[in-house]
């Protein structure tokens, strides 16, 4: 395994990239979502064109970056979890001497890059949902 400090600058830089991003772009992505379809086709087209904006440029990215520093790093995260219950598995309490903040903290920016994945991803459904609602060029029959 790399050095854990090295692995925990990478996942906690591209986390908080991720952040960043996420908490930049927030209130564009839930104001998209609060768009309401009319019921004529005709009239959702410019609400059509910027939920498709904010979809692509903003939520798609976010959601997409969020996942990838998980999938990264998960593969290590797990295997520090697995290490640390068979430390405790075979230390019991006594197992709290070989406690290692960094590697706790690895583990920490992984589960939260996890959960940001989730919910971007959730957010990137809804908008993919009112996409579908709001597209002018297809017929409300079909929708």
Known sequence: MNSMN???????????IAAILFSLWYAEITEALEIKPDQFNEN????????????????FPVALMSLLVT?????????????????????GIKAIKKYDAVKTAYCFVTILSAVLAIYMLALTV??????????????????
Do not use: C, G, H
Not at 6 to 16: I, K, P, Q, R
Not at 77 to 90: F, G, H
Not at 134 to 140: C, D, E, F, T, V
């Open 71 to 91: 999938i990264i790093f998960l593969p290590d995260a797990v295997k520090l979890a697995v290490e640390s219950l068979k430390t405790y598995q075979e230390y």
């Open 6 to 16: 090295d692995l925990l600058s990478a996942s906690s830089l591209l986390m908080a």
């Open 44 to 59: 959702n087209a410019a609400a059509y064109k910027t939920v498709t904006s904010i979809f692509w440029s903003k939520a």
């Open 126 to 143: 809804q908008l993919r949902k009112l996409l579908k609602e709001l597209n002018p060029y297809i017929s409300a029959a079909y929708k």
